[in-house]
């Protein structure tokens, strides 16, 4: 299975972005997670879409987070609003919670 992340950049304070996870395989028929990492911290869980459709979210970005599927692009996407320095991290997405992409870096500046 290959994942690869992208839309990944450097962001101001308050902004937003979208990243794309695109998969080698059905993303419709696994559960897709986003997750990041920040220098010095453990790995953290953001958002998570099931094959059935449902959500979940990590308590730090509910609510300016939104996981959806793209099933033209077979892809996964996080739109995310109301950026804050502390989002600046390496963001990974994941799938059928065993394999890992490469990851984008997001960088928010205050």
């Known amino acids: 299975v290959q994942l690869q992340a992208s839309g990944g950049g450097l962001v101001q304070a308050g902004g937003s972005l979208t990243l794309s996870c695109r998969a080698s395989i059905s993303v419709s028929g696994n559960s897709m997670a986003w997750y990041r990492q920040a220098p010095g911290k453990e790995r953290e869980f953001l958002a998570r879409?099931?094959?059935?459709?449902?959500?979940e979210y990590g308590d730090s970005v509910k609510g300016r987070f939104f996981i959806s599927r793209d099933y033209a692009k077979n892809t996964v996407d996080l739109q995310m609003h109301n950026l804050e320095p502390e989002d600046t991290a390496v963001y990974y997405c994941?799938?059928?919670?065993?394999?890992w992409g490469q990851g984008t870096q997001v960088t928010v500046s205050s």
């Open positions: 994941n799938c059928a919670y065993t394999y």
């Open positions: 879409m099931t094959s059935r459709g449902s959500r």
